[in-house]
T-cell receptor, first 114, second 108 residues
Framework: GAGVSQSPSNKVTEKGKDVELRCDPI?????LYWYRQSLGQGLEFLIY????????KSGLPSDRFSAERTGGSVSTLTIQRTQQEDSAVYLC????????????FGPGTRLTVL | GEDVEQSLFLSVREGDSSVINCTYT??????LYWYKQEPGAGLQLLTY?????DMKQDQRLTVLLNKKDKHLSLRIADTQTGDSAIYFC????????FGTGTRLKVLA
């Protein structure tokens, strides 16, 4: 596709369940990022991939959060044993090295933990 | 840690200019960015400026960078109702540090 896509667009889950969020970056973009936007707050960096490796996982809030990227393309963010404070919009972005290093964002997945 | 700060709200009349301000702490940022987020939508990249530039103009948008004071601004000329949105400033090298966003309200 032309842009970054994410699925699902909305996810409602019960506390304690695991969830998987998917990101399809722009074709050819080697870098992929996950951010979280909580209600009324700015965006919080979670993790950065270059190819399939994650040189910076410093933003993952706890060991319940993990992410992987396969084939240098699709990425999955997994949250285990979800808590209510995990409710947020999870945004994925991708970029290609070069001038500007602009990150292009997907529409996000709105996660609600009941 | 690194921080980016913005004022929360700005209200302007249609046709006036809007100026959204941002301060940042990460002096190593190679580029600084402005994003727009409309209700229920993702982040749209508006423009960016290289850290060794003072100004960049792109149609109705003008970005000013004062690197000494670590101050970035976005000026929108002839503001329209369609410009109503939240504007985020971001700084960084690979990972971005975002401000909390400035909600721009354009009054008809």
């Amino acid at each position: 596709g032309a842009g970054v896509s994410q699925s699902p667009s909305n996810k409602v889950t019960e506390k304690g369940k695991d969830v998987e969020l998917r990101c399809d970056p722009i074709s050819g973009h080697t870098a992929l990022y996950w951010y979280r936007q909580s209600l009324g707050q700015g965006l919080e960096f979670l993790i950065y991939f270059q190819g399939n490796s994650a040189p910076d996982k410093s933003g993952l809030p706890s060991d319940r959060f993990s992410a992987e990227r396969t084939g240098g393309s699709v990425s999955t963010l997994t949250i285990q044993r979800t808590q209510q404070e995990d409710s947020a919009v999870y945004l994925c972005a991708s970029s290609s090295p070069g001038r500007g290093n602009e990150q292009f964002f997907g529409p996000g997945t709105r996660l609600t933990v009941l | 840690g690194e921080d980016v700060e913005q004022s929360l709200f700005l209200s302007v009349r249609e046709g006036d200019s809007s100026v959204i301000n941002c301060t940042y702490t990460d002096s190593s940022s190679t580029y600084l960015y402005w994003y727009k987020q409309e209700p229920g939508a993702g982040l749209q990249l508006l423009t960016y400026i290289f850290s060794n530039m003072d100004m960049k103009q792109d149609q109705r948008l003008t970005v000013l960078l004062n690197k000494k004071d670590k101050h970035l601004s976005l000026r929108i000329a002839d503001t329209q109702t369609g410009d109503s949105a939240i504007y985020f400033c971001a700084a960084g090298t690979y990972k971005y540090i975002f401000g909390t966003g400035t909600r721009l309200k354009v009054l008809a």
